[in-house]
């Protein structure tokens, strides 16, 4: 009876974060949306970094649990600068905790307001989340065939020339790496073999489209680029395979002791600005990343393994730079929960917030589509002339 209450106490250990970082997001949507307002009549620069004060709130109440509440042990390895600076972030995908590595490296060089992510399409009808990730920066963008190109680039350049902070979040491998699914792996080996680059065994193939556009939009903008590997100790079965990289919920219940990050800061004069040579060289670096996992999960000697090589420092963060936000969120949602009218406008903003948010984005698609056929409409009229034409028909 007793071992089966602990069992269930363990294992709801995440609902407490889960319940305040989910419950806190309309009290912070509603802060955000009056600012949106007030600053309408404001130079634009005046909103973002507000806005991006109001984000490295909200973060820090989410590293006060991945953080702090978790106990996790954050080593690290290789170059970090103490001071922010405007880069690209490039790291391996295999959890829903990668996001928040971005947010442990970058409060660690008080940059915490300034991250912006690439994600993928999908996650844009995230409920009132999706809207407004896209409102800070955040960018999305479809994988191959359907990537817009000049969609991601135009809004990259509009920060840009506003002067916005960048802390460029980009996930080259697309998908998340999981041991389990070898189908995903095995095509990502093959394209490899196909392309004619090495075959990887720990990270996915790395595609080369958001990186490249990316990295040429920002080249005059950009201080570095930060080459980012994670592992995350004890995803390893009793066998000694690796299984699969622990999820939120199990990374909440403290299933993960220690993360293990290495980072390489690269002047951006020493990356390729031609997409063939960056192609090549983004692959590089992730044979580079394969190495270092490899040798992490596989190593021969016990004593090299469940860690990087080189020194690491055991980074410990500061329970100021949580907690006030924690107090604050929770604070003000529990205020709003606590009358009738609070209570009804928390609800209303959950579902109008989601409505208008997907309503936005159902919009900003269909004029994107009116202005993709305005585009390609004089390019076929100019082919359909160009094969009419006399010499066309000579040949």
């Not at 001071?83 to 905790?97: F, M, W």
């Not at 915490?112 to 992510?117: D, K």
């Not at 999305?140 to 990259?156: P, T, W």
């Not at 993960?256 to 997409?275: A, F, T």
Request: glycine share 6%.
């Amino acid at each position: 009876m007793l071992l089966s209450l602990v069992l269930h106490m363990h294992s709801v250990r995440c609902v407490l974060p889960a319940a305040v970082l989910l419950g806190a997001a309309p009290t912070y949507v509603l802060a955000w949306g009056a600012w949106r307002l007030l600053s309408a009549l404001l130079p634009s620069r005046f909103y973002q970094a507000v806005d991006d004060r109001l984000y490295c709130v909200y973060q820090s109440m989410v590293l006060f649990f991945f953080e702090n509440y978790t106990g996790v042990q954050i080593l690290l390895y290789g170059d970090l600068p103490k001071n922010k600076e405007n880069i690209i972030y490039l790291a391996n995908h295999q959890s829903t905790v990668d996001w928040i590595i971005a947010d442990i490296l970058a409060v660690r060089q008080n940059a915490l307001g300034h991250v912006r992510y690439v994600l993928k399409d999908g996650l844009k009808w995230l409920p009132l989340y999706g809207c407004y990730f896209s409102q800070h920066g955040g960018i999305y963008v479809k994988r191959s065939a359907k990537f817009n190109e000049n969609q991601m680039r135009k809004k990259l350049q509009r920060y840009i020339s506003a002067g916005t902070p960048m802390y460029l979040v980009i996930f080259p491998e697309g998908t998340r790496y999981n041991p389990e699914l070898t189908k995903v792996i095995s095509a990502s080996q093959a394209f490899a073999a196909q392309e004619g680059l090495p075959i990887l065994k720990h990270v996915l193939t790395p595609r080369i489209k958001a990186t490249h556009v990316a990295f040429d939009s920002m080249k005059d903008y950009l201080d570095a680029v930060y080459d980012v590997t994670v592992a995350f100790e004890g995803s390893v079965d009793d066998k000694g395979q690796r299984k699969e990289a622990p999820s939120m919920a199990e990374f909440l219940c403290k299933e993960c002791p220690k993360i293990h990050i290495h980072i390489d800061r690269i002047d951006k004069k020493n990356i390729p600005e031609e997409q063939v040579s960056m192609k090549r060289w983004l692959h590089e670096r992730f044979e580079i990343k394969d190495k270092l996992l490899i040798e992490f999960y596989d190593s021969p000697d016990p004593e090299r393994r469940n860690k990087f090589p080189g020194e690491s420092v055991n980074s410990k963060l500061s329970l100021k730079k949580t907690l006030p936000s924690f107090l604050i969120l929770s604070g003000l949602t529990a205020g709003l929960l606590m009358t009738e009218a609070g209570r009804k406008l928390y609800v209303k903003t959950w579902i109008y917030g989601t409505l208008i948010g997907c309503l936005w984005f159902l919009s900003s698609r269909s004029s994107a589509e009116v202005l993709r056929t305005a585009d390609v409409g004089p390019r076929r009229k100019h082919c359909v002339l160009t094969q009419a034409s006399p010499g066309s028909a000579v040949s």
